[in-house]
């Protein structure tokens, strides 16, 4: 689904390298997630798969090519708003806009210029049954969105990134600003929401990791360290690195 | 532990103590100092103002600024005037007037309605009249036309002394008209003839007016505003020249001792001659003459309101409008003008309350000019002293819609430019050395004091702009012709405009030539023209000086705003696949919009209570007028003749009020109520910027 090729990535027009010579696989309708130390470049190399790097003037990939689809997505024909609505992605705090819960879900529709009420309607409640939320806030729909609690919100985030029906959701510590229960929640989503849709999250937490995804990639100083199934990974590490990251003896 | 006796937290430096002290005592005293500063300002404004308020109350916002006279009335009896004079003497009046023997009484008055034929020819002083008297009528004309008879009243015998030449052709257009016996005399005259080196020499208006009834030829390099008629403009003579003028001609622009900027000469001659000088009179009656008689007499002290230089009006637009006027005023137009015809004349009466009133003592009255007229107009209204006071009757309702014009074109433009370039510099543009010198550049604009902007907007709207029009100006900086599309303005216009219709066929810079040798303010070759002659004094040029000056302030403000907008909204609307502008209108710009409301309503205050921008640029003194009263266009041109008016603003007219009129006790008062009024003005929006703020805040967090 998402061919990462030799990727190297850097935030000013290739003075430092971010990310080094990455190359891994990300097959379809998996959960596929990144750990590894903070700063170690887990978040870029996520924003260079929706191409939100974009938004920083002087990034830029220095070598490699990443496929999504089978399509090179930093190629002239590709254009990033297209390859955005294909992609969605949910951030680390949770940013729904400071409108109803409604026109939060619906936002990435009528951007797209759906105006029919019935169509968004319908989108609307299957976007957040999808994220678990309906019957939460069915009642509520015209409320704002920031009377929600913490995990609620970023289910909501999730509802209005699944609203415009993408192949892939890019995750980016999702859990990191909600406590265990709320945590547990959208741990059970992910994992409903793998059945749909490609899923790649970025997470700290090992057990998260172990839990939810089938495959984890260990990222280290801007390098993939190691790649695999994730059962491999937690039991059976090649890398000494990777075990001793995941054992918390560094990190 | 053990207990020390020693205490430890014993004060171990005075000097220290006396150095808090100090400072201590330094800062309040600066603090309590502004206090005292601001509540002196505040207690003087609202201690002088508020008299002022209780006694005009609400027509002091409500009126237009208004000039009284300040009479002393005698003791005297028996004054008729309409009761709704008297009741605004009562007004102008704050004081007692010792009135007595009150008594209303009811007049009647003659009206006649009727409407205008098409093809009916009018002097021009009697349509002015009619359009007085019927307010909102405008009577549009395409066309001038000599007739051949002219009427014309003459209330009491009266003597005419004319030349032999007046008196010949008067014999030979009108041979009926003198009945009378004509005496001839002889007189000696002494003509001068002078000559003229050609150059630019200055003269005054005097020297101006006689030079016109000579035969030089000259040019005046400026014209003399009515206002400063001491003024002395550069004349332009072309070439040298050897004229002979009358002895009043040359003493009032050629000799030394008189005139004030004589004209110099290189050589005076005598040229004496006679001249036969011959006498007739005419008795009173009603008389009906040729043009060319009318305009002779017009010169020997004939009063008539027709127009004989241009000719009379032709009225070739329909008139729909149903006209009224009193009967005497309708019989003498009808007498005057034989060519008139009229139809559906219909007669009614009308009463009048009238107030009949004398005066017990000696007193002291004030009066504003149209209620003074109607006053003198008693036989024994006759005050011993009579002085106006500019602007002493209040009333600011011109200045106040004057600033508001001003405040709403200003923030239209400063708004939307503002947002965009904000949007565009926190947006869009590469974050560098670019945006770094663009904030630089905006800090000084902000620091460039506000007369600056006066003279640039001056120089720039006023004077440069440009215009699109089939009417340019002459003196505009550059013409440049677009399309030939459309037929001149109606001749009203072009009369009052100074336009000429020049030959189409001449380029530009023939026509622009030829236009100005006939002494157009404007002209007209069928060409539309992009006209870099600026918009004049006018709101428009005031609201973009206006905007230009907030537009640091709007924008650093805006920006602020976009800044506070979380970059997740940003981030989280892009990745939903929003385009750039999208996010920013939909997620950026509505959660900005709180900090822009109060940075725009700071900017109002600040606009509207600016002086020197609009002193150049928008503002005038006096003007009767509000804005939208005056307009006779239809459409957008009605809209842009909206805009391309000068107006009264707030602070100018307190200016003028407080500095640029003779003051007195009458005027004082009325400087303190302006600045009362506006300081509440202020108050309000800046109440109305906190409560919207807070308002908005309260629905939009994050
Ligand atoms: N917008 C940016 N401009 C320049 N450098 C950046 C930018 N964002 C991140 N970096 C740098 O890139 C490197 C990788 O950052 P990244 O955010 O990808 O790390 P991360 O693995 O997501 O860390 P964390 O787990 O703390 O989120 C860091 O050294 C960081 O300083
Ligand atoms: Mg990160």
Redesign the pocket.
């Known amino acids: 689904m998402i061919n990462i090729n030799n990727v190297s990535f850097s935030?000013?027009k290739g003075k430092t390298e971010?990310?080094k010579n990455i190359s891994l696989d990300i097959p379809e309708k998996k959960v596929t997630s990144?750990i590894?130390?903070?700063?170690?470049?887990?978040?870029?190399?996520?924003?260079c798969i929706n191409r939100m790097?974009d938004?920083?003037e002087?990034?830029m990939i220095t070598t490699g090519q990443i496929d999504v689809m089978g399509q090179n997505i930093n190629s002239k024909e590709v254009d990033p708003i297209e390859l955005r609505k294909h992609i969605g992605m949910v951030f680390?705090k949770y940013n729904p806009f400071p409108k109803s819960i409604y026109d939060n879900v619906a936002y990435g529709l009528r951007i797209q210029g759906i105006k029919n009420k019935k169509t968004l309607d319908q989108a609307v409640e299957r976007s957040l049954r999808g994220a678990a939320l309906w019957d939460e806030v069915k009642d509520r729909l015209k409320d704002s969105a920031l009377g929600l609690s913490g995990g609620q919100q970023q289910r909501l985030c999730i509802a209005r990134a699944i609203a415009v029906q993408p192949k892939i959701i890019l995750m980016?510590?999702p859990c990191s600003a909600l406590d265990p229960i709320a945590t547990a929640k959208v741990e059970e989503l992910i994992t409903e929401l793998r059945e749909e849709f490609t899923i790649v999250i970025?997470t700290?937490s090992m057990q998260q990791a172990s839990r939810i995804s089938d495959h984890t990639a260990f990222?280290y100083l801007?390098e993939l360290i190691e790649y695999g199934q994730t059962d491999t990974i937690f039991q059976n590490p090649s890398k000494k690195r990777t075990e001793d990251y995941i054992s918390g003896r560094f990190g | 532990m053990p207990h020390s006796t020693k205490n430890p937290f014993a004060k171990k430096q005075s000097s220290l103590e006396k150095k808090e002290k100090t400072l201590f005592s330094l800062f309040a005293f600066c603090t309590y100092f502004i206090i005292i500063c601001a509540s002196c300002i505040f207690l003087n404004i609202i201690w002088n103002g508020t008299p002022v308020l209780m006694q005009k109350g609400l027509s002091f916002i409500t009126q237009k600024p208004e000039t009284l006279a300040v009479l002393e009335m005698a003791k005297s009896d028996k004054y008729q005037v309409p009761s709704e004079n008297f009741n605004n003497l009562l007004k102008s009046n704050p004081q007692e007037i010792p009135i007595k023997s009150l008594s209303v009484s009811e007049k009647q008055f003659q009206f006649v309605s009727f409407k205008i034929k098409q093809g009916s020819i009018i002097g021009d002083g009697y349509l002015l009249n009619i359009e007085k008297d019927n307010p909102g009528t405008h009577i549009k004309f395409t066309e001038r036309k000599s007739p051949k008879l002219l009427g014309f009243n003459l209330e009491n015998d009266k003597q005419f002394t004319l030349s032999k030449k007046e008196l010949s052709s008067i014999q030979k257009n009108d041979p009926q008209l003198i009945q009378s016996e004509i005496t001839e005399k002889k007189l000696s005259l002494n003509n001068k003839k002078v000559t003229i080196k050609a150059g630019e020499y200055p003269i005054s208006k005097e020297a101006h007016d006689s030079l016109l009834k000579s035969d030089l030829i000259f040019q005046m390099k400026q014209s003399f505003p009515d206002d400063e008629p001491d003024k002395i403009n550069l004349t332009v003579i072309p070439h040298d020249q050897t004229i002979t003028v009358s002895s009043s001609v040359f003493y009032s622009a050629f000799d030394d001792e008189d005139a004030s900027s004589p004209l110099p000469t290189t050589s005076i001659e005598n040229s004496p001659f006679q001249k036969t000088i011959t006498t007739f009179s005419l008795p009173k009656a009603h008389y009906k003459v040729s043009p060319e008689t009318l305009k002779i007499l017009s010169n020997h002290g004939i009063k008539h309101l027709h127009n004989t230089d241009l000719g009379s009006i032709v009225i070739n637009e329909e008139i729909k409008a149903s006209l009224t006027l009193d009967k005497k005023a309708y019989t003498q137009l009808i007498k005057d003008n034989p060519n008139l015809v009229t139809s559906d004349t219909k007669e009614h009466q009308e009463s009048l309350s009238y107030t009949n009133f004398s005066i017990e003592k000696d007193c002291e009255v004030q009066l504003n000019a149209s209620d003074l007229d109607i006053f003198s107009k008693n036989p024994n209204f006759k005050p011993s002293s009579k002085k106006t006071h500019s602007y002493s009757g209040g009333g600011i309702l011109g200045p106040i819609i004057g600033t508001a014009c001003l405040v709403i074109i200003c923030m239209v433009i400063a708004l939307f430019t503002g947002i965009a370039a904000a949007t565009y510099l926190n947006e869009y543009a590469r974050k560098g050395t670019f945006t770094k010198t663009i904030r630089l550049a905006m800090l000084n604009l902000a620091g460039v004091p506000s007369i600056v902007f006066g003279l640039f907007g001056l120089g720039l709207f006023v004077m440069l702009a440009p215009v699109f029009s089939n009417t340019p100006k002459v003196e505009s900086k550059l013409h440049i012709p677009i399309i030939s599309l459309g037929s001149p303005p109606e001749l009203r216009t072009m009369e009052a405009e100074g336009i000429v219709a020049v030959d189409p066929d001449l380029s530009t810079s023939q026509a622009v030539a030829t236009a100005s040798t006939q002494g157009a303010k404007k002209f007209h070759n069928g060409y539309y023209y992009i006209s870099f002659q600026g918009w004049g004094t006018c709101m428009l040029a005031g609201g973009f000086t206006l905007a230009i000056m907030v537009l640091p302030v709007i924008i650093t403000s805006c920006e602020e705003s976009l800044k506070a907008v979380p970059m997740g909204f940003r981030e989280a609307s892009m990745a939903l696949g929003a385009t750039k502008w999208q996010s920013i209108r939909t997620a950026v710009l509505p959660y900005a919009f709180s900090g822009i409301l109060t940075a725009s309503i700071l900017g109002i205050t600040r606009v509207a209570g600016e002086t020197a921008p609009i002193m150049f640029t928008a503002a005038v003194a006096e003007k009767s007028d509000l804005p939208w009263q005056g307009i006779h266009s239809s459409g957008f041109s009605a809209f842009i003749d909206f805009l391309q008016q000068s107006v009264q603003a707030l602070p100018y007219h307190i200016f003028t009020v407080a500095g640029r009129i003779p003051q007195s006790e009458y005027t004082r008062p009325m400087q303190y109520g302006s600045v009362l009024v506006f300081m509440i003005i202020v108050l309000l929006l800046s109440a109305v910027s906190i409560y919207l703020r807070n308002k908005v805040r309260g629905k939009i967090k994050w």
């Open positions: 935030y000013d971010v990310l990144f590894g130390p903070s700063g170690c470049g887990k978040s870029t190399l996520l924003r790097n938004l920083v002087t990034s680390q980016d510590e970025v700290h990222f801007g």
